[in-house]
Nanobody
Framework: QLQLVESGGGLVQPGGSLRLSCAAS????????IGWFRQAPGKEREGVSC???????YYVDSVKGRFTISRDNAKKTVYLQMNSLKPEDTAVYYC?????????????????WGQGTQVTVSS
């Protein structure tokens, strides 16, 4: 059984920070690319960031310089550090796993998903 569980969301003021965690179980994390996606009401699910087992990382342009993805294969956990948060970052954030060593911004190319965690950026 392969499971992902997100945590760390919450309410934060613009300019604030949050760290999201994605805890994996039931599989070896280093065999998967892990992506973070977000979805706001009425909008398409958007790829935010991705990390593969060699440490290579990818970010959508809107979060570059503000968000940092990292992974700890031994702990089977992936993190998304979010700094300088903006109201437009408000969304449900999901982590997802894709077998192999290639990142993708396409949600349908990921096989396993967490339940999501709400991030709200508001004053």
């Amino acid at each position: 059984q392969l499971q992902l569980v997100e945590s760390g969301g919450g309410l934060v003021q613009p300019g604030g920070s949050l760290r999201l965690s994605c805890a994996a179980s039931g599989f070896t994390l280093d065999a998967y690319a892990i992506g973070w996606f977000r979805q706001a009401p009425g909008k398409e699910r958007e790829g935010v960031s991705c990390i593969i087992s060699d440490g290579n990382t990818y970010y959508v342009d809107s979060v570059k310089g503000r968000f940092t993805i990292s992974r700890d294969n031994a702990k089977k956990t992936v993190y998304l550090q979010m700094n300088s948060l903006k109201p437009e970052d408000t969304a449900v954030y999901y982590c997802a796993a894709r077998s192999g060593y290639v990142c993708s911004p396409v949600p349908t190319e990921y096989d396993y998903w967490g339940q999501g965690t709400q991030v709200t950026v508001s004053s």
